[in-house]
């Protein structure tokens, strides 16, 4: 039994004061899937159904992949090092003129000297 997932997923539900339907209707399952998930009566969910919950409860997916026994710890942190990497800024390789760049390093300095302010 998956007691531990099915917590997980009922809280989840919960904090977002959802009913079963409106979970599982975006996860393509049915409520009484849902339902005997939660209660943690299905022993081995589906990795796409755990993706699919994952994105409708706002919840990790690898974290519900370890819960639910597909991942002990050391499987845990190496799949998160293999995560990607966030996103680049939308102004990353942007060609500034000099004017620009001193702008940003005045800026900068200003920053520096607010945290400076902040830690005396």
Do not use: C, F
Not at 5 to 15: C, F, H, I, T, V
Not at 64 to 92: K, N, S, T, V
């Amino acid at each position: 039994m998956l007691d531990g997932l099915g917590n997980e997923l009922n809280s989840a539900r919960k904090r977002m004061d959802a009913s079963l339907e409106v979970i599982a209707t975006p996860a393509k399952i049915s409520t009484a899937y849902l339902h005997k998930l939660e209660r943690g009566v299905v022993n081995s969910p589906s990795p796409r159904v755990l993706a699919r919950l994952a994105v409708v409860l706002g919840l990790d997916y690898l974290w519900l992949m370890e819960l639910a026994g597909y991942l002990d710890e050391e499987q845990l942190a190496r799949a998160r090092l293999r995560e990607a990497p966030p996103a680049p800024h939308p102004l990353a390789g942007q060609q500034l003129t000099g004017e620009e760049w001193k702008a940003v390093g005045a800026y900068i300095g200003m920053l520096v000297a607010q945290r400076g302010q902040d830690l005396g």
